[in-house]
């Protein structure tokens, strides 16, 4: 069943009494003017949706109240909710794991709740695993960053079809984005490069929130295949803001993005996987940080020279800890964004990619063209390497990013 903006979920007492969070009271006053999540204002409303219903709750460090209590604890204390199974994305659900890596199934010693493990499993898998929880409806409350290679908006995708294949509910909470959502930007992938970094097509940074998202995976792409879905929005929350203004305090949404600011530049940078260059993995200031053994002054002089808006590259010498180069001294670059409204994250990574190929003889793409599946098609790779500079690049996905953003204006649920 696919809800339409006008079906979606209106929870009374959005501005109301944050106090109804769940067992106990809250630790601190709470800032006037604040963004009030999707779980507030399921708390607000007595847990009205889930009443009922045996829950299951994908979710990680991330899915914490305004006052820093985990959501798992909140409703496991409550007896309104009959709360059975927690499910962990990537990086797991207490978020110990690195990249491309889980915590495995077990119990969580806090409540003696089953934790299943998400990644990886998808389609009948994961329904079945749905059903061996005993569960009927599915919460999904993750902290997102903006990216369409950040792998837990591909985790709700899998979640909403397994959803529909097991016959279970599934209730969205949202957060915010925290980079904005002013705008979308970046290519639009192409359904032959889907993976787990990009299931359907959408821009790479889509500019949008979980809940905005779970509503075009059910219109757009999943159709007759998707759940039975209920999203709860925030209140407060507007399309400029970004992390920072939320009055809502940032747990790192996995162990390489520990800042806002990190999210802030990944949308671009982390397009440095696909090369033999270091993203900063490693270091205290990864995505903000990119470089490898060889790499001189030289690449800061170009990339500023390109006059790309809101950002400047300070000249960078840094040692990964682990990862790629690791222990050994690289030279590089640091963006500094002076300006966010103004910075596309995007493009500055184009710029990056294409002056760190024209000032260092060592560039080189991985050998197995991950690049193609962050910017879901082989175009940014083939221009690249064709010499193409920043706007020629921008110019080729414009077309499919103008179609993207008309689309995505009939799910937006916010000014």
Same mark, same amino acid.
């Given at each position: ?5 006008r079906g979606?979920?209106g929870?009374?007492?959005a501005?109301g ?10 630790r ?11 779980f507030?204002?399921?708390a ?5 949706e889930?009443?009922?219903?045996r829950?299951?709750?994908v979710?990680?460090?991330?899915g ?22 927690v ?11 690195q990249?491309?890596?889980?915590e495995?199934?077990?119990r ?19 329904a079945?695993?749905?059903t +061996?929880?005993?569960?009927d409806t599915?919460?999904?409350?993750v ?6 290679f950040? %792998?837990?908006v591909w985790t709700?995708y ?5 959803a529909?294949l097991a ?7 949202d ?9 979308a930007?970046?290519p ?5 490069? +889907?993976?787990f ?7 790479l ?10 509503l ?6 999943l159709?007759?295949e ?15 803001s970004?992390f ?7 747990v790192?949404p ?7 600011d ?11 996987e696909?090369t ?5 993995r490693?270091?205290? %200031?990864?995505?903000?940080l990119v470089?490898?053994?060889?790499v ?12 790309l808006?809101g ?8 040692t990964?800890a682990f990862?790629?180069h690791a222990?050994?001294?690289?030279g ?6 002076h300006d ?13 990619l ?14 197995d063209?991950?690049i ?11 221009l ?5 500079g920043v ?5 080729d996905?414009s077309?499919?990013?103008?179609r993207?953003a008309a689309v995505r204006?009939?799910y937006?649920?916010?000014?």
């Amino acid at each position: 069943m696919t809800v339409s903006r006008r079906g979606v979920l209106g929870l009374a007492g959005a501005a109301g009494a944050v106090g109804a969070l769940g067992a106990g009271s809250p630790r601190e006053p709470r800032p006037p003017g604040r963004v009030r999540t999707g779980f507030e204002r399921l708390a607000a409303d007595g847990y009205a949706e889930l009443a009922g219903r045996r829950v299951g709750v994908v979710t990680n460090p991330t899915g914490i109240t305004a006052d820093a209590r985990h959501l798992v604890d909140v409703l496991h204390a409550d007896e309104r909710v009959d709360l059975v199974a927690v499910f962990g994305p990537e990086h797991g659900f207490r978020g110990t794991a690195q990249a491309g890596g889980s915590e495995g199934a077990g119990r969580d010693p806090a409540t003696g709740l089953p934790v299943y493990d998400t990644y990886g499993t998808s389609g009948r898998r994961l329904a079945d695993l749905f059903t +061996a929880a005993g569960i009927d409806t599915l919460v999904f409350d993750v902290q997102d960053v903006g990216a369409r290679f950040y %792998t837990y908006v591909w985790t709700l995708y899998d979640c909403m079809r397994a959803a529909a294949l097991a016959g279970k509910a599934v209730v969205v909470l949202d957060r915010p984005n925290p980079v904005g959502g002013r705008r979308a930007a970046g290519p639009v992938l192409q359904r032959p490069y +889907a993976s787990f970094v990009g299931r359907e097509p959408i821009a790479l940074a889509h500019g949008m929130t979980v809940a905005e998202l779970a509503l075009l995976f059910n219109g757009e792409f999943l159709g007759a295949e998707g759940p039975r879905l209920r999203t709860v929005p925030m209140a407060g929350w507007r399309r400029g803001s970004f992390f920072g203004e939320t009055g809502l305090p940032w747990v790192p949404p996995s162990p390489n993005v520990p800042t806002p600011d990190t999210a802030l530049a990944y949308a671009g940078t982390c397009l440095f996987e696909g090369t033999n260059l270091s993203e900063g993995r490693g270091t205290t %200031t990864p995505f903000e940080l990119v470089g490898a053994e060889g790499v001189d002054r030289r690449w800061a002089e170009a990339a500023n020279g390109l006059g790309l808006a809101g950002v400047w590259f300070r000249e960078a010498w840094f040692t990964p800890a682990f990862s790629k180069h690791a222990g050994k001294v690289c030279g590089g670059v640091r963006l500094i964004v002076h300006d966010r409204e103004a910075f596309d994250p995007v493009r500055a990574g184009i710029g990056l990619l294409v002056t760190a190929r024209r000032v260092w003889s060592g560039f080189g793409w991985r050998a197995d063209h991950w690049i193609d599946r962050l910017t879901g098609s082989d175009r940014v790779r083939t221009l690249v390497d064709a010499g193409a500079g920043v706007e020629e690049i921008a110019g080729d996905w414009s077309a499919g990013l103008a179609r993207f953003a008309a689309v995505r204006e009939e799910y937006l649920l916010y000014p």
